[in-house]
């Protein structure tokens, strides 16, 4: 049998249907008629060679396409025998039928291709992701990782007096920072700094050292001292601009202007009442920078330009405003009280002057009494006293129920159903008319002419005044004063109220009833701001002022004559104003102190008048709480009033008319003319001369 045919019967051979035979038909099969010395694939011939190698090792058949002689062990003959040999091989064994099979090499080229083309489709994809859908996003993260913005702030609006001269400015200040990383050597600049920043030196010390590129050492140092420290040429120590508030007068009018904070939010005064306004609308800028922190010069770069707060123009005359503060302060210090105030406006409502002391220096809040950051002439609410009785002859006149001839008798003491009313000084009792009650300040004989009015018709006239009720500024921190609901009042209360009792007001509502009589019974609102300048320069004016009619012209004219008699012969005399007609009231009430919970302690003395009384031009309220060298309202208040009115007329330039004085009769009967120092006028007692007066007038008495 020839080797072809032995190897289509052995177990070991290569048949056609063996399933590890190589068949015709499979791609490594052995064809017919090929060749046996033809070489296999590499992959084959090392597969091959492996299995020879474990067929050695095993004595195991040879796989398929091993050429039929191969080199084995033979089994050992004997013991401890053992011999080598080669012999033609014999019947081979049958192959396992877990044999090696050869992987497809297409099949796995096809998968790793396969791979590859996943792999890269999901780089395709991310990269248009990246580049196409969210490109815009991803380069706005970019740019914003690399930029930087930077607020520029608006400059604060001023704060003027009426003629524009500043009251409240912004100026440019210096915050002093250091990079730490560039400082030399942090012992020898804090040694040189210190006497300029007013910090310690061990501290500052402390400050210079580390790796911060930006640290605080000073604040708000103006531009002199930051000149001074950049001399020094210190290594990392560099200033930032910033915007600080000043007061140029310094506490000219601090207590109308107020202040700001920190963060230069105003925080008192008209500094907050118009913060909106005066802060303006911050701009910005923005640029890229390099991983340095450099900027990039050719890089884009934006900036929209701040807009400047507007400018308040206020009804305050600063020179006014001088000269009030100072009268009022030296006042306060002279009669020991505690406070005082001084209000100055003009018939129409505009307040030229709202004087306070003690005051405070806005440009140094921080180590200043908090107690003394307010606004006194509107925050501090008290018992006006006999200042109010210029409002109830207004009532009693307009009511119908007494005229300034209108007598009365008067005793100093009075018991009205069980409650003691009495006169500030003992006096017999006497008949005198309304005019002289007034004129004299008589608690007893103004509770007499008011007695027929009912409480409702009271109450009605001291809120048409403008008592009990905000006065319209708006200043923070305002009282409006307090009177209680006349359902509420006893007998005794409306009796008190009359004279100035039981009831509270501040400082501006009583300024603003004596501009209400010289305004011929007009109550205006008062006012404290004329306008808005913009940064082009346009002027917008304040809304105009409520106004309405309180008590008749002839009524108004009638207590103007009666509150000159006040200045002439009564409680008054010490203000009267050469060469000038001037009306006027006095006050002195019981101090209602809040600190022991409402109890009476000390006085409030007070004036209240205008000028010229015949055509009243200025109206000045004196207040001062507490004094104790004197309480009365004349001696205490007059002075301050004379020099204030004075002082105010010259200002403004307002001339005397010339007019006599009012010639109203003070007792039953009396027949009074007026006449002045060039002789008697020709015209009526009430109304105006036909020429100006060299001095102060005078009148002739004709008593029964």
């Known amino acids: 049998m020839t080797s072809r045919e032995r190897a289509g019967d052995e177990p070991g051979g290569v048949r056609r249907d063996q399933p590890g035979g190589v068949r015709r038909d499979q791609p490594g099969g052995v064809r017919r008629g090929a060749p046996r010395t033809r070489s296999a694939p590499p992959s084959v011939r090392r597969a091959v060679a492996v299995a020879a190698r474990q067929a050695g090792q095993s004595g195991r058949s040879v796989p398929m396409g091993v050429h039929r002689t191969a080199t084995v062990l033979s089994r050992p003959t004997g013991a401890g025998s053992h011999t080598s040999s080669t012999r033609a091989p014999g019947r081979p064994r049958r192959a396992p039928t877990g044999s090696v099979r050869l992987a497809n090499p297409g099949t796995r080229l096809r998968v790793g291709l396969f791979g590859v083309a996943f792999l890269l489709s999901l780089f395709a994809g991310r990269l248009l992701q990246l580049q196409g859908v969210d490109a815009s996003d991803y380069a706005m993260v970019a740019d914003s990782e690399r930029r930087t913005e930077y607020a520029l702030s608006a400059s604060r609006g001023m704060i003027t007096d009426r003629h524009g001269v500043p009251l409240a400015v912004s100026v440019d200040a210096v915050n002093v920072f250091a990079d730490q990383t ?328 009583v300024a603003s009833v004596y501009a209400t009589l010289a305004n011929d019974g007009v109550r205006v609102e008062p006012t404290l701001v004329e306008g808005f300048v913009d940064g082009k320069g346009d002027f917008e004016p304040a809304p105009a002022p409520e106004q309405r009619r309180v008590v008749s012209e002839s009524t108004a004219d009638q207590v103007t004559q009666m509150l000159e008699m006040v200045i002439n012969e009564g409680t008054g005399e010490v203000a009267a104003i050469d060469g000038y007609k001037v009306a006027g009231k006095t006050g002195t009430a019981q101090f209602s102190n809040p600190a022991c919970g409402g109890c009476y302690s000390g006085f409030t003395a007070s004036f209240a008048g205008f000028a010229p009384a015949d055509n009243p031009q200025l109206i000045v309220g004196v207040t001062l709480q507490q004094p104790v060298n004197g309480y009365y309202g004349g001696p205490l208040g007059g002075p301050v009033f004379k020099n204030v009115m004075s002082y105010g007329l010259q200002l403004l330039e307002i001339p005397p008319t010339g007019a006599p004085l009012a010639a109203l009769p003070m007792y039953p009967g009396e027949v009074t003319t007026a006449e002045s120092t060039t002789g008697p006028t020709t015209g009526p007692t009430t109304g105006p001369t036909t020429g100006p007066t060299t001095g102060p007038t005078t009148r002739a008495v004709t008593r029964p």
């Open 182 to 509: 560039l400082v030399e050597n942090p012992a020898l600049s804090a040694r040189m700094l210190a006497p300029y920043v007013d910090v310690d030196v061990a501290e500052l010390e402390t400050d210079l050292q580390g790796d911060s590129r930006f640290k605080y050492l000073a604040k708000e140092l103006d531009q002199a001292t930051w000149a001074k420290i950049e001399a020094l040429d210190l290594p990392g120590i560099y200033d930032e601009v910033v915007p600080r508030r000043s007061y140029p007068g310094d506490t000219l009018a601090a207590n109308v202007v107020g202040f700001v904070g920190a963060e230069g939010t105003g925080l008192a005064g008209i500094e907050q009442m118009y913060d909106e306004r005066l802060q303006g609308e911050d701009g910005k800028t923005s640029y890229l920078r390099d991983g340095s922190g450099r900027r990039i010069p050719s890089g884009a770069s934006s900036e929209t330009d701040p807009i400047p707060g507007q400018n308040i123009r206020l009804t305050i005359d600063q020179d006014l405003q001088w000269f009030a503060q100072n009268e009022i302060a030296a006042k306060v210090q002279e009669s020991g009280a505690v406070s005082g105030s001084v209000v100055v406006m003009t018939r129409e409502g505009k307040i030229l002057a709202m004087a306070t002391a003690p005051t405070f220096n806005p440009n140094a809040v921080g180590s200043t009494d908090p107690s003394l950051l307010g606004n006194r002439v509107v925050e501090q609410a008290y018992e006006p006293g006999s200042i109010q009785k210029a409002l109830t002859a207004a009532a009693v006149i307009e009511e119908g129920l007494a005229t300034p001839a209108t007598a009365y008798d008067v005793p100093d003491r009075i018991v009205i159903d069980g409650e003691d009313y009495n006169d500030s000084h003992g006096h017999p009792a006497e008949r005198i008319t309304f005019a002289n009650v007034i004129a004299q300040s008589s608690n007893v004989g103004t509770l007499l002419a008011a007695d027929p009015m009912s409480s409702e018709t009271l109450d009605d006239y001291l809120h048409d005044f403008g008592l009990g009720e905000p006065t319209g500024l708006g200043i923070p921190g305002e009282s409006a004063g307090l009177i209680t609901d006349p359902a509420d009042w006893y007998e005794s209360t409306r009796h008190t109220i009359s004279f100035g009792q039981g009831l509270s007001v501040n400082s501006v509502q």
